[in-house]
């Protein structure tokens, strides 16, 4: 099975930018539609995005779109989300996991999930 590993995170002012990556190791990533949680304490965790295997198509949770963007390279098995104009209620702990659902929006499709990344935005 493949292992998945989030980095990147951190701690930014709002408006900044931050870019995480998700880097996979045991296994190709390249048949699998990637996507990005996120879950914020107390809070449910939420679909950010998705990236289908191929790369041709992305797909944004409402609260991100036009701010995030996510982007893959399957050579080096490794899958990025760059955050722009972070806000403080983008503060959560950032996964990625591999599915085989296109759209990648449905957490229970998911196979394989990272172990996660904190991403604090500060006001």
């Known amino acids: 099975q493949v292992q998945l590993v989030e980095s990147g995170g951190g701690l930014v002012q709002a408006g900044g930018s931050l870019r995480l990556s998700c880097a996979a190791s045991g296994g190709t990533i390249s048949s699998y539609t990637m996507g990005w949680f996120r879950q914020a304490p107390g809070k449910d965790r939420d679909f950010v995005g998705a990236i289908t295997w191929s790369g041709s198509r992305t797909y944004y949770g409402d609260s991100v779109k036009g701010r995030f963007t996510i982007s893959r390279d399957n050579a080096k098995n490794t899958v990025y989300l760059q955050m722009n104009t972070l806000k403080p209620e983008d503060t959560a702990v950032y996964y990625c996991?591999?599915?085989?659902?296109?759209?990648?929006?449905?957490?229970?499709?998911?196979?394989?999930w990272g172990q996660g990344t904190q991403v604090t935005v500060s006001s």
């Open positions: 996991g591999t599915t085989t659902h296109s759209r990648g929006n449905v957490q229970m499709f998911y196979n394989a």
